[in-house]
């Protein structure tokens, strides 16, 4: 197995193409022919990096490594999880995403789908239910579970930063002092998580124990790097916003945009 080759899997690839296809669509001809301003140069940026974002974490070695190094699963979690989701937030020009929310009915769904503590119980749900050993091992030696972990991560990530980073008026985010508490509570479980794989003490996913690693790494090892991963990255990235939420609101009150 060449530990560093790349994943043209055709379904990723067309995927990915329609990702950008459907956006550009969306944000531009779609938008334009119902009179509705298209999206900016730095929308369609955020956009297009995200889109390379998910390029990397699906397609480059990062997913061939993930099979047998769990630090490096880590990382294509940690892209598709919190590097991704806020991005593509920032990247819908709130006048089209309008369009697609004048459906009173649908309106009403979205807004209790998108309520902060419905998507803390459901991402939280998903991030620590996928990391049960048995679920966890499953994935790897699984394609297409492994498939449904990473839709299910990416689904989830999304509606847990919708309530951060949202631009949308209808779907507004939450006000800057709940989302300080909301943010402190989302640390909680990879910390908590990443806390418990560097210190288990053996190994916590059987699956990476009988496999050929790279760079010499013993899977105790291993797991030990993916933790701190997990903890340190991980976890502090909620604070990080926490702490731009917090000066921003303490410096300009009245005005918490997170951009």
């Known amino acids: 197995m060449n530990l560093y080759a790349w994943n043209f899997e055709p379904s990723i690839i067309v995927a990915l193409i329609l990702m950008l296809?459907?956006?550009?669509?969306v944000t531009g001809p779609?938008?334009?022919?119902?009179g509705v301003v298209p999206a900016t140069a730095l929308e369609r940026n955020r956009y297009f990096l995200a889109v390379v974002f998910l390029f990397l974490a699906l397609v480059s070695p990062i997913d061939t490594l993930s099979l047998v190094s769990l630090s490096m699963h880590m990382v294509q979690h940690l892209i598709m999880i919190v590097v991704?989701?806020?991005?593509?937030?920032l990247s819908i020009p709130p006048a089209v995403g309008s369009l697609f929310l004048v459906n009173r009915s649908f309106l009403a769904i979205m807004q209790a789908i998108l309520n902060p503590l419905v998507v803390f119980l459901v991402f939280?749900?998903?991030?620590?239910g996928w990391h049960m050993p048995a679920n966890y091992d499953l994935a790897v030696r699984d394609q297409q579970v492994h498939i449904l972990e990473h839709v299910m991560f990416i689904v989830g990530?999304?509606?847990?930063?919708?309530?951060?980073?949202s631009h949308q008026p209808e779907l507004p985010r939450s006000t800057p002092g709940f989302l300080m508490l909301y943010l402190f509570f989302m640390s909680l479980p990879p910390t908590i998580v990443g806390a418990l794989l560097t210190f288990a003490g053996f190994v916590v996913y059987p699956a990476y124990e009988a496999v050929a690693r790279p760079w010499g790494m013993s899977a105790q090892a291993d797991q030990e790097l993916a933790g701190l991963l997990m903890w340190l990255p991980g976890g502090l990235v909620y604070f990080f916003v926490l702490t731009i939420v917090f000066f921003r609101w303490f410096n300009r009150p009245g005005d918490d945009s997170m951009v």
């Open 157 to 165: 990530a999304f509606i847990s930063w919708w309530p951060v980073f």
């Open 84 to 89: 991704v989701p806020p991005l593509i937030i």
């Open 124 to 128: 939280n749900a998903i991030f620590v």
């Open 21 to 25: 296809v459907s956006y550009m669509w």
């Open 30 to 34: 779609y938008a334009r022919a119902r």
